[in-house]
Structures are given as structure tokens and as C-alpha cells.
């Protein structure tokens, strides 16, 4: 069973950074696109970052410029730097594996402060 766990949230300042980690329980070398998405309170869950097995990456505009998405597959982790957070940011973050089906984590909770 696959079981993705997702680390690396908190608070932090408006113009600060955070990185989120998701620790995979399998091999990730194999799976295709994996991603990062977000949820805010009352509203729809969204894309922040798509990445593929040979490092293709997208992002909405929202965060183009601002986040960066990566994989290490030696360490089976899926990473996502945020820079320059600002509190429209605010959400719980959720790692994403597409396998055939979609497996999501548990989410880690990314406050941003004004």
C-alpha cells in the first residue's frame, strides 16, 4: 500500500519560506507525475506544482516564479520550495502520487501571516 506523509508546514511571515517534504512508501523513480496541491478554508482543492519522471515541471500563475517543485527518488521524496509566501498561500498542503489512481497524504497545515 502506498502512504504518502507530508512534513514541513507551519507559520511564517508574509515574504518568508517554507519547505514541504512527502515521504513516499515506495520506489517514486516509476511514478509518472506526482504533485503538490492546496486547500483553503471554503474553497475548492488546487494545483501548486506538477512535476514527471523526467523533471517537467508546471505551475499556475498564482505561484509560478515563487514555488519550486522536486523529487529526490535516492531518498523516495517529493519536495516543494516556497518562497516569498504571502497569506493568500495559507492552506493545507497535500502530496500527490498519480499510480493508476490518485493517493493523496494527509496534509500539513501552511499559515502565512501579514
Known amino acids: 500500500q502506498v502512504r504518502l506523509v507530508e512534513s514541513g508546514g507551519g507559520l511564517v511571515q508574509a515574504g518568508g519560506s517554507l519547505r514541504l517534504s512527502c515521504a513516499v512508501s515506495v520506489s517514486i523513480a516509476s511514478i509518472n507525475v506526482m504533485g503538490w496541491f492546496r486547500q483553503a478554508p471554503g474553497k475548492q482543492r488546487e494545483l501548486v506544482a506538477i512535476?514527471?519522471?523526467?523533471?517537467?515541471?508546471n505551475y499556475p500563475d498564482a505561484v509560478k516564479g515563487r514555488f519550486a517543485i522536486s523529487r529526490d527518488n535516492a531518498k523516495n521524496t517529493l519536495y516543494l520550495q516556497m518562497n516569498s509566501l504571502k497569506p493568500e498561500d495559507t492552506a493545507v498542503y497535500y502530496c500527490?502520487?498519480?499510480?493508476?489512481?490518485?493517493?493523496w497524504g494527509q496534509g500539513t497545515q501552511v499559515t502565512v501571516s501579514s
Open positions: 512535476i514527471t519522471t523526467g523533471d517537467i515541471t
Open positions: 500527490n502520487a498519480q499510480i493508476g489512481r490518485n493517493v
